[in-house]
C-alpha cells in the first residue's frame, strides 16, 4: 500500500518576520488603550462615590466640624452618638415604616399593572392598539407639575388626601413600565403564546405562567427604578401627606431640619445615611437582573 503524504509548505521567514511585528506593534497599543479606560472609570467611579463618602465621614462628625473650612474629609474624633441621637431627637422609625409601605406598595401594583398592560400591546390584536400604545408612552413627557392640581382636586374630593391610600393610587400606574415590558415580550418567542392557547390556556394564564416567569430581568429592573424613585419622592408626600404620622424618609428628615434652631448637621447626616442604605443594598441585590433586564428590553423596537 502507498502512503499519502501531505506537504506543508511553512511559512516565509519574511512572512513570519512581518506577523511578528503586527502583533508586536499592536499589543502596546492595546494595553495603552486599555490602561487608559481603566483610569477613566476608576476616575469617574471616584467622582460618583465622593459625595457618597462625604455624607458617611460627616454623620460621624460634631455640629461645627460639618462645613469646616478647609475640609476635613476624616474626622478627628468619630461621633458615633449622632446615630443614637437621630432616633430619640426624630420619629424616623414612623418615617421608614410609612416610607417602606409606600415604596412596596408602589412598586408591587407598577409591576402588576406595567407587566399586564404590555402583554395586552404586545400580544393582544385589535384595531387601534399601536396609535393606543403611542399615546399612551407619550404621556412620559408630560410634566406631572402641569396635571399636579387636577389631580390634587380629585383625590381631594375622594377623601384620599392626608392618606398614604392617595400616593399608592397616584402611583400605580406607569407608562415607562409599561413600555419596559413591552420591549422585553417583544423577545419572547409568540410560539410559546400560540401553543399555550391550543392546550386550552386563557390569555391570563398565558401572562401569569409563561409571560412573568420569562420576564423576571425585565421586572426586576421595574422594580428596582420604581421603589428608588417612590423611595426618593418628596413632592408628593409634600402636596398628600399634612399628618406627621404619615410622614416619609424624605419629608420627615426635611422637617426635622425647619423645626431646630440650631441644626446638628451630623445628626441630620446620620439620618440621610440611614436614607440611603436600604436603596444601596436593593441596588446591590438586583444589579445583575437591572443590567440584563434594561440591556434586553433595548433588542427591538
Do not use: C
Amino acid at each position: 500500500m502507498s502512503e499519502t503524504k501531505m506537504l506543508i509548505t511553512p511559512p516565509s521567514p519574511r512572512k513570519r518576520a512581518a506577523g511578528g511585528q503586527a502583533t508586536g506593534a499592536g499589543t502596546p497599543q492595546r494595553k495603552i488603550g486599555r490602561a487608559l479606560l481603566y483610569v477613566l472609570l476608576i476616575a469617574a467611579a471616584a467622582a460618583l462615590l465622593l459625595p457618597f463618602f462625604w455624607m458617611v465621614m460627616s454623620s460621624l462628625k460634631d455640629a461645627n466640624s460639618v462645613f469646616s473650612v478647609p475640609i476635613h474629609w476624616i474626622p478627628e474624633i468619630f461621633v458615633w452618638d449622632n446615630y443614637v441621637e437621630i432616633w430619640q431627637k426624630s420619629d424616623i422609625l414612623v418615617w421608614i415604616r410609612n416610607t417602606v409601605v409606600v415604596s412596596v406598595g408602589v412598586t408591587f401594583l407598577q409591576v402588576t399593572t406595567g407587566s399586564f398592560a404590555a402583554y395586552g400591546f404586545s400580544r393582544i390584536r385589535f384595531r387601534g392598539r399601536d396609535a393606543l400604545f403611542l399615546l399612551y408612552v407619550a404621556t412620559i413627557a408630560v410634566p406631572w407639575q402641569s396635571y399636579m392640581i387636577p389631580q390634587f382636586i380629585m383625590l381631594s374630593n375622594a377623601g384620599l388626601a392626608n392618606t398614604l391610600w392617595s400616593i399608592l393610587l397616584l402611583q400605580a400606574f406607569g407608562a415607562f413600565g409599561v413600555f419596559l415590558m413591552k420591549q422585553y415580550y417583544e423577545t419572547i418567542p409568540e410560539e410559546l403564546s400560540e401553543a399555550a392557547r391550543l392546550d386550552g390556556l386563557s390569555e391570563y394564564g398565558i401572562w401569569a405562567r409563561i409571560m412573568v416567569p420569562l420576564s423576571i430581568p425585565a421586572i426586576a429592573s421595574l422594580a428596582l427604578l420604581t421603589f428608588v424613585n417612590t423611595w426618593n419622592d418628596f413632592l408628593g408626600p409634600l402636596i398628600y401627606l399634612r399628618d406627621p404620622s404619615l410622614w416619609t424618609m424624605q419629608l420627615g428628615l426635611n422637617n426635622f431640619v425647619s423645626s431646630l434652631y440650631n441644626v446638628d448637621y451630623g445628626v441630620l447626616f446620620a439620618g440621610l445615611v440611614i436614607s440611603v442604605v436600604p436603596i444601596a443594598i436593593i441596588f446591590l441585590l438586583g444589579q445583575r437582573y437591572f443590567v440584563e433586564g434594561i440591556a434586553t428590553s433595548g433588542m427591538k423596537g
